[in-house]
């Protein structure tokens, strides 16, 4: 695996895994964009990942977005982490595609 911050300002970060043992590749970039709204926080996430998965007759390539991420409750209470947002995945060869809506999947933060 290689990361490493390409800019600052905005601030961008690039990485590559490579798994030999199971013909994977999987490289993109990130730029997370931050705010904060009352006592939460929101992150915009911008960027792509292309995961591609090589086979004895070629390899598929599958390019997709990030969801959003929103803490609420950071200062007081119960700290809860949100995922919301559309994710789109296609297919690089087929150009087949497909779009989820990521409704506000909840974790609970352990602090």
């Known amino acids: 695996m290689i990361a490493e911050q390409v800019s600052h300002h905005p ?3 690039a990485f590559i895994y490579v798994y ?8 993109g ?3 997370p964009r931050a705010g904060v709204n009352g ?3 929101s992150c915009n996430m911008k960027g792509k990942i292309n995961m591609k998965f090589f086979t004895d007759k070629g390899y598929r390539s599958y390019t997709a977005n990030y969801p ?3 803490a609420r409750n950071v200062l007081i209470g119960e ?5 919301a947002g559309n994710i789109s995945i296609s297919e690089e060869f ?5 779009s989820l809506k990521v409704s506000h ?3 609970k933060a352990v602090m």
């Open 79 to 83: 700290t809860r982490i949100l995922i």
């Open 20 to 27: 030999l043992d199971s013909n994977i590749v999987i490289e």
């Open 105 to 107: 999947g909840v974790w």
């Open 94 to 98: 087929s150009g087949s595609s497909c």
């Open 68 to 70: 959003s991420i929103h």
């Open 39 to 41: 006592a939460g926080i």
């Open 11 to 13: 601030p961008v970060s």
């Open 29 to 31: 970039y990130i730029s």
